[in-house]
């Protein structure tokens, strides 16, 4: 038991066991990652922005009125979008207790307000159930003490949202803008074309190849092979010379 206690404590000194995080380093490595992200996001914004140099699209905006209607953030770029959602999720990461009320109903709004997919669900802000909610309310409990064996039935019936009133508009083909159609259907055009040629046409009917012959590079080519043919035929001329020397050529040496 000594020598188990006595090993223990050497390797112990021969270990270096790291130093735990603080609470406080942690959140500065979250928000040192959160602004490289940001950043990221800018650089990419700025690939795809028209305008010349550095437009008033790729640069940072004041937030505060966001947080004080959050109903502007519907109306943001993406990159500007993403660079409220960065703040946001800073005072997440922190404190809860800390929130203000104005980043908690910013948040609430970012998740189930009218914007985006949920564009007609205006009752976000009221005290009742979303549009598509797939079971009736209030709800008939099964059983007050469920117990591991206690079975889960799927919904019936079943529930599709993209058949619901509220959503079918999101999952209709039909409302698909011009652009989008028309490299559709470019796409199926080619498709059905490639389809034909190789079921009915095959090798027989492909384009032709054109060869682009560069004279300089064929002049190039033809010199190092007839350096390589001068190299090997010197090589066996001095192979042939050295066999038809005689025994006695190494003692005149």
Do not use: C
């Not at 800073?90 to 914007?115: C, P, R, S, V």
């Not at 007050?144 to 799927?154: A, I, S, W």
């Amino acid at each position: 038991m000594l020598t188990r206690r006595v090993i223990h404590r050497s390797f112990r000194g021969l270990v270096s066991v790291p130093k735990p995080r603080t609470p406080e380093e942690m959140a500065q490595d979250k928000e040192e990652a959160a602004k490289l992200a940001m950043q990221s996001i800018k650089d990419i914004g700025s690939m795809f922005s028209n305008s010349e140099g550095k437009g008033d699209d790729t640069e940072p905006i004041d937030s505060r009125p966001i947080f004080k209607e959050p109903s502007r953030f519907a109306t943001l770029s993406l990159l500007h979008q993403g660079q409220v959602l960065n703040e946001l999720q800073q005072m997440y990461d922190k404190d809860w207790h800390k929130l203000t009320l104005e980043a908690k109903q910013l948040g609430y709004y970012i998740g189930f307000g009218n914007w985006g997919s949920r564009d007609k669900f205006d009752n976000w802000n009221k005290q009742e159930p979303p549009y598509d909610l797939p079971y009736p309310t209030p709800s008939k409990l099964q059983t007050n003490d469920p117990k591991p064996q206690t079975l889960v039935h799927p919904i019936d019936p079943p529930v599709n949202l993209a058949l619901h009133p509220i959503r079918v508009d999101q999952f209709n083909p039909k409302r698909l803008d011009g652009v989008t159609k028309f490299f559709i259907y470019l796409t199926l055009v080619v498709a059905a074309i490639a389809l034909y040629r190789d079921k009915f046409i095959g090798e027989a009917g492909r384009p032709l190849e054109i060869v682009i012959v560069d004279p300089y590079e064929e002049e190039r080519k033809a010199e190092q092979a007839r350096e390589r043919i001068e190299e090997d035929l010197k090589a066996r001329l001095e192979l042939e010379k050295s066999k038809s020397r005689k025994w006695y050529y190494l003692w005149i040496k």
